[in-house]
């Protein structure tokens, strides 16, 4: 069995910082891509940020310059940095990740909320 767990949500006001985290735990072997969605309410879930086990990174469009993905493969955990934030990201942030023979895991979310 192989769990997601996220932190560090929260509610901040525009232009603050929140560090969210997810850590993989259970039967793994090695974790390929870990990925951050967003779902904000009424909106379907999109794709913020993923990397792969080699440490390349890639962005929506939208948090480029603002946001910055990590990870950690000796703790299997993932980061996200979120900086310069705007009540537009006010959202359920999910951790996915790609795990070899175990197949993709959602966490069960964090929320943030950003006040204008």
């Known amino acids: 069995q192989v769990q ?13 910082s929140l ?8 039967s793994i072997f ?7 969605y967003r779902q904000a309410p009424g909106s379907q879930r999109d794709l913020v940020a993923t990397i792969t086990r080699g440490g390349s990174t890639n962005y929506a469009d939208s948090v480029k ?14 980061y996200l940095q979120m900086n ?3 009540p537009e990201d006010t959202a359920v942030y999910y951790c996915h990740a790609d795990l070899a023979f175990r197949g993709v895991h959602w966490g069960q979310g964090t929320q943030v909320t950003v006040s204008s």
């Open 30 to 36: 090695f974790i390929n891509a870990m990925n951050w």
């Open 84 to 86: 310069s934030l705007k």
């Open 19 to 26: 560090r969210l985290s997810c850590t993989a735990s259970g």
């Open 4 to 16: 997601l767990v996220e932190s560090g949500g929260g509610l901040v006001q525009a232009g603050g």
């Open 65 to 78: 310059g603002r946001f910055t993905i990590s990870r950690d493969n000796a703790k299997n955990t993932v």
